[in-house]
């Protein structure tokens, strides 16, 4: 039977869950319900990549080298291989004129440029300031993934 390689064209199926169980990610959309994460507007298909371009994180693009069509596996992967280690460089202090009377709340997701670029971050208030973190979501967790691959082209 033919081996997913990298350069192998595939659809998988996957759920990512936090070390206490906390689904974070799915692409099986009576799972995103039921876990209470579903997403309005989200097609919930399979995810068809190419192994090896990048498209997902190194450790999830390791996890699938070697696996056959319908073949499940589950596996954790290391903060090193998915979004890296917690970078204190990573948060910085931005006075609250910067977002010029726009409403923000401790906790809320934001987009902000900063030199050219869009990025996501969470905010806390810190006095005049906020404290703006600008690492994933996912940095510093290991993350634990149900993977079926359904298929390989």
């Known amino acids: 039977m033919k081996k997913a390689t990298t350069g ?5 199926e996957y759920e990512g869950r936090l070390d206490d169980g906390t689904l974070f990610d799915t692409n099986k959309e009576a799972l995103a319900k039921k876990e209470q994460i579903h997403e309005e507007g989200r097609t919930y298909t399979a995810l068809h990549l190419i192994i090896g371009e990048k498209t997902v994180i190194k450790g999830f ?4 080298l070697g696996m056959q069509a319908e073949e499940e596996k589950e596996v954790q992967i290391p903060p090193e291989e998915g979004y890296g280690q917690i970078r204190q460089d990573l948060v910085k ?3 609250k004129e910067f977002f010029q009377g726009k409403e923000v709340h401790k906790g809320q997701w934001i987009m902000v440029t900063m030199q050219g670029q869009n990025i996501t971050t969470l905010i806390s208030e810190a006095g005049p300031k906020y404290l703006l973190d600008f690492n ?4 510093g967790k290991t993350l634990h993934f149900k993977i079926k691959l359904i298929k390989i082209y």
């Open 8 to 12: 192998s064209e595939v659809d998988i």
């Open 61 to 64: 693009d390791n996890a699938l």
């Open 93 to 95: 202090e931005v006075p």
């Open 136 to 139: 994933h979501p996912l940095a």
